[in-house]
């Protein structure tokens, strides 16, 4: 992969975006522009979501879309907040429930002294006649439940019109609301926490003639404004010509064609809401005092962190107490379109104060996030960082290429070391410490599902995977792989190999802290680091060693540490290295580490499939997840450590490998096992059976080793002749990854016995 391309280039020569926005775009390119158009109305977020996402960007805030319409997720893990639109995850539901009914919000704002329009609920032609009677014309009729002036008709004068506007209203709820028309503008106030923040006048949608064209020419006209668009996806709505707008025109004895005097303006709606076609202009410093402390108080009085307010009155200017005005109505989730761009006045950023309150100065905004990648004991090296982060007190989440698990809890079987399950952590609130097994596929085919890291390991670079996804070489995987390490923040920390050429190339492209991690001391890389003040961990005199600031530090003897099995196993003794220059780095102390170490044990508890060992009968039994020619020189490296012994060997190469990879596992293989079981996975990945038993036997007999092959393709037939054979003293190693299957018929084997 060329390092300053945007693109992966593909056998046949297409460029890929790496970016998943650019790539999913790419689906789209061919739509006409109305068709996009549809998309957007019908998938893209309003302009007072985007505003809160647009403010919460500039603070460094990360966010994610939860649904297909404007639920959105602010921060990580227990650090996290929620709003759909404009309600936030603070809401009252209670609050928002009674903001919704009309006439409760009324009651209480009635009985807590502040003006409020006189009026009846009404479900039949019946009430409405009474009500009329109580209560004269003008009238505002409008339903129970509704929003964005829906159902509303105002203004009415006689019999006729209340009857048609009382059956309009019931289009959205049999339950109608009827009251006495107040005089003056319509006025929404903005109260956020508590606190006035904004105050616009709302105009009704109209037209001004011009003399020569008609009602709908000048329609047309004003829609054809590039600040409108349909719905809310714009500053201000198109207008619509409907009933509404038909009969006020007919009131004037106008309709469509009839053309406009130069200089009159024309009102199209019953309501000033900008959703009918309205615009605004502000007016947040003209409102009195005694106004301003209404507002706040009514917020308080219905529950409402986020609340509009609409107030019908000649200005904001005077005390409704002095001019007549009254509360019409409260809402539960207010549109900023007015406040964040009026057609008049000085626009007010909103979403600031939403912002402030979701996150006021000095809250936790993140949780430390440490990332995992590399070839070979990624998984290890994840839930050992993870126990680590549970023994000083947090509550980890973790995702590894068998599940996700939340505070030690399995709660996803199956790979999940993409980016979705990644989210899945980020996104649950008891998560206050995030360990994140990555893949190099997922970040192929979707990123990664956070914006930084605290921390990134990169435990080596070997072949694996090769010829999948155009990448076909170790530097190819390696510049993947270095993906994750440039997502660590400036002041965090890349955790790398320091004996593997590869990952000291990455190093050297990296703009954050460096730490290395060695088995041998004696390493040049390590030496030169350790001699300019850098920080490294790596194994001297059996003990496990940190440098830092020019300064030492002993955390363990290796043989103390229970994952390495007694130093035997070399690769468990890296993935220690990586984790505890991991976790040093992050803050975490040499006395709490050393206890995490000693506390955290091979077996199916801790590691499940992970160098397991089982005492069955005379023979003992190795459950691994070796799976390519690196991680089967690590087993060999192990076994060389066990003598005197016959030692059986379960083993299956991968079909979605490259042939060679294939031949050199079973090489590698047959160096170590005097007895070797050939077994397959149940998905050959578009290989046939017999394919693969001639490819794992080619690579054995190419050692040339007298080494004996039985072919069970079966892997649990394959564990349980190895058994039924077995020795006096046999030492079984079962390559698998399905290690759950094959525990099982190892654990009856030994209550057989």
Not at 315 to 324: I, K, M, R, T
Not at 419 to 430: E, G, K, M, N, V
Not at 458 to 482: Q, S
Not at 524 to 552: F, L, M, P, Y
């Amino acid at each position: 992969m060329n390092q300053t391309s945007n693109t992966i280039q593909t056998k046949k020569g297409e460029d890929i975006p790496q970016n998943p926005l650019q790539l999913n775009g790419s689906k789209y390119c061919s739509l006409s522009g109305s068709t996009l158009a549809k998309l957007r109305s019908m998938a893209g977020l309003g302009p007072s979501t985007l505003s809160i996402i647009k403010e919460a960007e500039s603070r460094g805030i990360p966010w994610r879309r939860m649904n297909d319409c404007s639920k959105i997720l602010f921060g990580y893990g227990k650090n996290q907040q929620i709003i759909r639109a404009t309600i936030t995850g603070q809401s009252s539901c209670v609050a928002v429930e009674l903001a919704d009914s009309k006439y409760e919000t009324k009651k209480i704002l009635q009985s807590a002294g502040i003006p409020v329009p006189e009026g009846q609920v009404c479900s039949s032609p019946d009430d409405l006649r009474k009500a009329v009677t109580c209560l004269g014309f003008p009238l505002v009729i409008k339903p129970m439940k509704a929003n964005h002036g829906k159902g509303v008709s105002v203004q009415i004068s006689d019999e006729v019109r209340a009857d048609e506007a009382f059956f309009y209203a019931q289009k959205f709820g049999s339950e109608v609301i009827v009251e006495r028309c107040i005089s003056g503008h319509d006025h929404r106030l903005l109260v956020v926490n508590g606190k006035l923040v904004a105050a616009a006048r709302r105009i009704p949608a109209h037209i001004r003639g011009d003399g020569t064209s008609t009602v709908h020419q000048l329609i047309t006209k004003v829609n054809s404004q590039p600040e409108r668009g349909d719905g809310h996806e714009a500053e201000l709505t198109k207008i619509i010509f409907d009933c509404d707008t038909v009969k006020i025109l007919q009131q004037k004895g106008y309709n469509e064609n009839t053309v406009v005097p130069t200089g009159e303006t024309v009102y199209l709606k019953s309501t000033a809401n900008l959703s009918t076609g309205g615009i605004a202009a502000d007016v947040t410093d003209e409102v009195h005092s005694e106004n301003r402390f209404i507002a706040e108080r009514i917020a308080a009085l219905i529950g409402l962190d986020v609340c509009g307010i609409d107030i019908i009155a000649p200005d904001l200017e005077a005390p409704l107490s002095h001019n007549g005005g009254a509360v019409i109505e409260v809402n539960a989730s207010p549109g900023f379109r007015m406040h964040l761009k009026p057609s008049v006045g000085q626009p007010r950023n909103v979403a600031s104060a939403v912002v402030d309150m979701l996150y006021p100065p000095g809250s936790e905004i993140r949780i430390p996030i440490f990332a995992v990648t590399g070839t070979n004991g990624k998984t290890t090296t994840t839930r050992l960082l993870a126990h680590m982060g549970q023994s000083v007190g947090y509550s980890p989440g973790y995702t590894t290429t068998d599940g996700i698990y939340i505070s030690g809890h399995k709660i996803v079987s199956g790979d999940c070391s993409g980016p979705s399950s990644a989210s899945t952590i980020l996104a649950d609130p008891l998560v206050d410490f995030a360990v994140l097994e990555t893949a190099r596929g997922g970040m192929l085919r979707s990123g990664l599902a956070f914006d930084y890291c605290d921390v990134a390991i990169l435990t080596n670079i070997a072949a694996d995977h090769l010829g999948l996804r155009n990448i076909n070489t170790l530097e190819e995987l390696a510049e993947v792989k270095a993906a994750l390490l440039r997502s660590v923040k400036k002041s965090g920390w890349a955790i790398l190999n320091a004996e593997d050429e590869h990952c000291v190339r990455v190093a050297e492209t990296l703009d954050c802290n460096i730490a290395y991690f060695a088995l041998d001391s004696r390493n040049a890389v390590i030496r030169q680091h350790i001699k300019d003040g850098g920080w490294a961990v790596t194994v001297e005199q059996e003990k496990v060693v940190v440098h830092h600031n020019r300064r030492s530090t002993i955390i363990s003897t290796v043989k103390e540490i229970p994952l390495t099995m007694c130093g035997t196993a070399r690769c468990m003794t890296a993935n220690v290295l990586a984790a505890v220059a991991a976790a040093f780095c992050y803050g975490f102390s040499a006395g709490h580490i050393r206890t995490a170490l000693k506390t955290f044990l091979p077996g199916p508890d801790q590691t499940p499939g992970r160098m397991n060992l089982f005492q069955v009968g005379t023979c003992s039994v190795l459950v691994d997840y070796a799976h390519n020619p690196h991680g089967m020189k690590e087993v060999q490296h192990y076994l060389s450590h066990i003598t005197g012994r016959r030692k059986v060997g379960i083993i299956a190469g991968v079909g979605d490998r490259r042939d060679c990879d294939i031949l050199e596992l079973a090489e590698i293989a047959a160096r170590c096992f005097d007895h070797i079981i050939v077994r397959q996975d149940n998905d050959l990945r578009g290989r046939s059976l017999n394919e693969m038993n001639l490819l794992m036997v080619q690579g054995i007999r190419q050692a040339d080793t007298e080494v004996t092959v039985d072919l069970i393709p079966d892997e649990k037939e394959a564990i349980k002749h190895a058994l039924a054979t077995a020795q006096e003293g046999d030492y079984i190693v079962a390559l698998s990854d399905n290690y759950k299957e094959v525990i099982k018929v190892i654990s009856k084997s030994v209550t057989d016995r």
